[in-house]
């Protein structure tokens, strides 16, 4: 049984989903993004109507996180 420094089961689970997102990028990448990108749909808000310059940084970075996934899922 493989355990990180804590000593808890819930590694062997953290370690079996870091494993899967990883082959499911490698053997097929554009699923995997569209997958994302419609989560992301139903999870993070969109921002088509507030004025750009007037956005925080977090709003930019989720901005930019959401043009990421679209560009890769296409």
Do not use: H
Not at 4 to 20: A, M, P, Q, R, W
Not at 25 to 31: D, G, P
């Amino acid at each position: 049984m493989i355990l990180l420094g804590t000593g808890n089961s819930e590694d062997i689970v953290l370690i079996v989903c870091i494993l899967f997102l990883l082959l499911t990028v490698i053997i097929n990448k554009k699923l995997f993004f569209k997958v994302l990108a419609k989560v992301n749909k139903l999870i993070i808000p969109t921002m088509m109507q507030k004025d750009f310059s007037n956005l925080k940084t977090t709003d930019k970075l989720i901005i930019a996180y959401r043009y990421w996934v679209t560009k890769n899922s296409l």
